[in-house]
């Protein structure tokens, strides 16, 4: 038998003293070839388009390699260079056209340009915009994705940075991808199983005119690219990685990796914006523009992706690809992803051909797909987002009515059951695997926040407090802001085991806002994206501060997982009571809401919710036969008997009555 040998590619011709040849048009980016590195750029607009080299750190360039015309093949420059350090090697691209922006053309030969491809980003520094070629050496070992249920997920969204920055965390390399490592411990005592990490793609970090810091990251420039800021070994320029072994790490516990990704936006912003990649290279395919070649602002930052040109979603499709494939993660959460949906001129499309190939690509066929299902400007799809049987959404519904009904509004008692069932009324097809739950996220107040304050305060930001969200759903719980009135704070530390109990004890996926488990506050703003320091960092004193709000979010996550029933079921094993047993009270005024999930056997599960200032008793349906009814929670009892160990709760010396306290959420469960 003949072993084929692999081919090398030779070099054909010089340019600016590198040896290069015709490249391969895919896959774009720059790849490592044997004896070189291939670069393919795509512009269907552009002139000429010149490869530009620098030695890392480097004012100057080292060589530009314009393209000849003989290696482009449609609208695709490739070009393959021979004998580069690339360890040493930084690069970007000058593209020549006609700067017409009447006509949406926005070409400038003069700057040089960010691969949208590039696998790393320099990240920092006064280059910080410029590109670099990947190693691919990282040893996975036997990593395998945990590929969890959905209905068993308890998703817990964090900031890279912002959960170990703050001195009190205690890791050797605070703020970082590996400092994020050194916490796992944590989150396996707390239960969670799935972590949502707020952008890592690479963005700029001071972008912002008011602050001059862009915090959370929802500005990326670099799709491709991991932060390089949050890696310890970012200037050793090893942040793929460190982030790879973070994922390893967290798969290794049992705990998937979602990443917020942003493609309804960049950074680039409008025509008064700075031009570092996509503007450059083709602003008229990858931008959505107005009849006048404006930008379209759906995102409320600037500008909006074409999403739906075939270029821009091939882009989405190999970014998500590259994601799945060569960093493991679990699922992705879209930013804005109503805008998605959209068409170049903004119309809201019947069937969105980018939607549509993300849920039926083969390579993310096991990846969670998760929808923000809304827009800037008004887009509204939270029940109705194209899912394809695959998407599931943020339930801005369910955040809503839980943050209602545990300051006592009236009338929501009814609504209250629905979102606790999974939502029916907006996925009764789908099922409850569709809905993520959730009370708080990174963008509002902290659950600490919610029973603090009934207005935001946001003039910090340097917005005169007109930015962030006033419908907020808050109540301050008779003063606004910190106290030390014991009365208002024990009615706040109710309020939120209320919220957290009834969060993971309704069905659906669960959400929980990194802190809230400890009480983490951010004095009421509501729109933090602009502060990075103590206001948004993690604050580990808290973790003793508070150690009886931390047991009791442990140990309701633990009694969700003790329960399948809690986590599905069909609707005819949830029934419905009141003040007297199988007599639930939907009228307007009521504010007790109860439910038993039945899920047959000794899975049995008895919710009381009391929004009322008044205590009510009780009547107790009978529990399966030779069974009795225990207590696992009660927020009304002070800590730690508010919540008991699953498996451990104490029977109740009266089983046929119950008195929930004011304000209180109870939980009953059978042995």
Known sequence: MTTLEPIDAYPTQRISGFSVRAGRSLPFGATRVPGGVNFSVFSNHATSVTLVLYRSGEAEPMAELPFPEAFRVGSVYAMTVFDLDVENLEYGYRVDGPHQPWLG??????????????????????????????????DWEDDRPPRLPHEDLVIYELHVRGF????????????????????????????????????????????????????????PIGFFAPKASYATTGREHMQVDEFKHLVKELHRAGIEVLLDVVFNHTAEGDERGPSISFKGLDNATYYMLTPDRHYYNFSGTGNTLNCNHPVVR??????????????????????????????????????PPLLESLAYDPILRDCKLIAEAWDAAGLYQVGSFPDYSRWSEWNGRYRDTVRRYIKGDLGVTGEMATRMVGSP???????TAATVNF???????????????????????GEGNRDGDDTNHSWNCGQEGETDDPAVLATRARLTRNALLLLLASRGVPMLLAGDEIGRTQL???????????????????????????????????????????RGGSPGSVHWHGVRAWSPDWSGHCRVLVAMFDGGGDDCVYVAANSHWEAHALELPAPPRGLTWHLFADTAAAPPEAAYEPGREPALADQTRFVIGPRSVAILVTH
């Open 425 to 431: 009324d907006l996925y009764s097809r789908r099922g």
């Open 524 to 566: 009421g703003n509501n729109n933090a994206y602009c502060h990075d320091g103590p206001l948004t960092w993690f604050d580990w004193g808290l973790r003793e501060e508070n150690a009886d709000l931390f047991r009791f979010t442990r140990r309701a996550i633990a009694f969700r997982r003790a329960h399948p029933v809690l």
């Open 105 to 138: 053309h926005r070409f400038d030969a003069t700057r040089v340009l960010s691969d949208p491809y590039a696998r790393m980003l320099t990240g920092a520094g006064p280059y910080r915009h410029r590109s670099r070629v990947a190693l691919d050496d990282f």
């Open 164 to 219: 170990t920055r703050h001195p009190s965390s205690g890791v050797s390399a605070p703020g970082t991808y590996a400092g994020l490592v050194e916490k796992i411990p944590y989150l396996k005592e707390l239960g969670v199983n799935c972590v949502e990490l707020m952008p890592v793609f690479e963005f700029d970090e001071s972008d912002n005119i008011f602050t001059g810091v862009n915090y959370w990251g929802y500005s």
């Open 314 to 351: 091939g882009f989405v499709l190999d970014c998500l690809r590259y994601w799945a494939s060569e960093f493991h993660v679990d699922g992705f959460r879209f930013d804005l992803a109503a805008i998605l949906g959209r068409g170049p001129d903004g119309e809201l499309l019947h069937n």
């Open 439 to 461: 009370i708080t996220s990174h963008d509002g107040f902290t659950l600490r926040d919610l029973v603090s304050y009934d207005h935001k305060h946001n003039e910090a930001n």
